[in-house]
């Protein structure tokens, strides 16, 4: 009797024991599981849209709640990576394909490949997914994509004559150079390039080119090799600055925004941006101002061209896996994701999404970019080990540089081979 009198009370103990344990890592008392969903989106209709689809997820799904938190893409690489270490990572993270190789090949971010329905793998391209794929795993959903386009004075346009370009019959490099020489007079450029962040619009473009500037061996290992693909786009933007007084020299060190009043004060006739700052050009540009959306250039690879998709990973550190894949899954079902792409303004990744009306309209030509969609591939420094290293202390000063003009293109070529294989070196020891 005594010895049954202790299973007893051994087994009400465990069970308490369990309980609070189970309590404590859901975040509630109850046993509820709690998500924490770490968002990027920074606009307002983006942050609406996210908050409306949280709000309908815990509507509905009374036994695992999602808690919105809100990160910023200013300072994400930090925080993750302290949060991390810290043991105090959010389930779900926002954040872009470019971001994830270290944290992926860190061991921080969980392996998805078995956690994803059958439904949202067949759902977004192939090209989509190698943007999130690091060795054999699958570290992130990518979702929403953002095309460089060129945005336009119309009314400019119209009126110099010049051939306007289609996603049909788009510019080559060298037209769109003839055409910015064209439009330029006293005091007025044909374009304006802003490249205070020169390097994933340059590596990007490049595409288009033939372009891909990193090489990965037999052995895995990944080197610099600057190649007559990847002159292309360089040597335009410089010749249309220092050559051919076509673009003005004090934008090169400015951000998409700092553009824009110059643009609508009849400065510039074009600007290359990424798709999402139509958003801007709505809400800023004064009444009466016409504007277009072109696409980028296209050169032998077409209108080819690199992007960093967002994505959705989650924490290997995460004790609810499967419940953060069913989160996803709702987040980006095709209706959704329709949702958060016209929220920030950009390209859904889900062909179904794609197909939506909303997204083919001529009004604020989202047809122009929708168009683009097909010819989105990964971008070059996807999966390379170093490359925010790289980016920070060899490609960005001397793109800078050589877009001034302070260096030639053998030197360019110099410092993006010589210095920057020393430092992806360090990581692939």
Not at 118 to 146: C, H, M, N
Not at 279 to 305: M, N, R
Not at 362 to 371: E, I, P, Q, V
Not at 395 to 404: D, G, V
Request: glycine letters at 10%; proline letters at 6%.
């Amino acid at each position: 009797m005594r010895r049954r009198s202790g299973w007893i009370v051994a087994a009400v103990l465990m069970l308490l024991v369990s309980a609070c344990t189970g309590g404590a890592e859901d975040g509630s008392a109850d046993g509820r599981i709690t998500l924490r969903f770490q968002s990027l989106a920074w606009q307002e209709e983006s942050v609406e849209a996210n908050k409306e689809l949280v709000a309908e997820w815990n509507a509905t799904h009374p036994d695992v709640r999602v808690e919105y938190v809100q990160g910023s893409w200013d300072s994400v690489h930090d925080q993750l990576l302290t949060s991390f270490e810290g043991g105090e990572a959010p389930d779900i993270i926002h954040d872009a394909s470019d971001d994830l190789a270290d944290f992926a090949y860190g061991g921080y971010l969980a392996d998805l490949t078995g956690l994803l329905p059958e439904r949202l793998k067949a759902d977004i391209p192939q090209r989509s997914w190698e943007t999130v794929t690091f060795g054999d795993g699958i570290y992130g959903v990518p979702f929403l994509q953002e095309p460089r386009v060129i945005v336009a004075n119309a009314t400019w346009l119209e009126e110099s004559g010049v051939r306007i370009p289609t996603p049909e019959e788009p510019w080559t490099w060298a037209e769109f150079r003839e055409v910015t020489k064209e439009l330029s007079a006293e005091g007025k450029y044909g374009v304006a390039w802003p490249l205070k962040e020169p390097v994933s619009a340059t590596l990007n473009l490049s595409l288009s080119a033939g372009g891909q500037l990193f090489h990965r061996g037999a052995d895995g290992k990944v080197t610099v090799r600057f190649e007559a693909g990847d002159e292309v786009v360089p040597r335009t933007i410089h010749d249309q600055v220092n050559t051919d007084a076509g673009a003005s020299g004090s934008t090169l060190g400015s951000s998409g925004s700092d553009t824009l009043p110059g643009f609508f004060g009849g400065k510039y006739a074009m600007v290359p941006l990424g798709f999402s700052y139509r958003q801007q050009i709505v809400q800023q540009a004064p009444k009466g101002f016409d504007w277009q959306v072109l696409p980028a250039p296209a050169g032998a690879e077409g209108l080819a061209q690199g992007v960093s998709p967002q994505t959705l990973s989650i924490a290997e550190d995460s004790p609810h896996k499967k419940e953060a894949a069913a989160f996803i899954d709702f987040l980006l079902r095709p209706e959704n994701m329709v949702r958060l792409a016209l929220g920030d303004w950009m390209l859904p990744t889900g062909t179904q999404a794609l197909k939506d009306p909303a997204l083919h309209t001529t009004r604020h030509d989202w047809a122009t970019g929708t168009a683009l969609a097909g010819h989105l591939r990964s971008a070059p420094a996807q999966s390379v080990r170093g490359y925010p290293e790289w980016k920070d202390k060899v490609a960005t000063p001397a793109l800078q540089e050589y877009y001034s003009g302070a260096i030639d293109l053998d030197e360019l070529r110099r410092r993006l081979e010589e210095d920057g294989n020393l430092v992806l070196a360090r990581y692939q020891r």
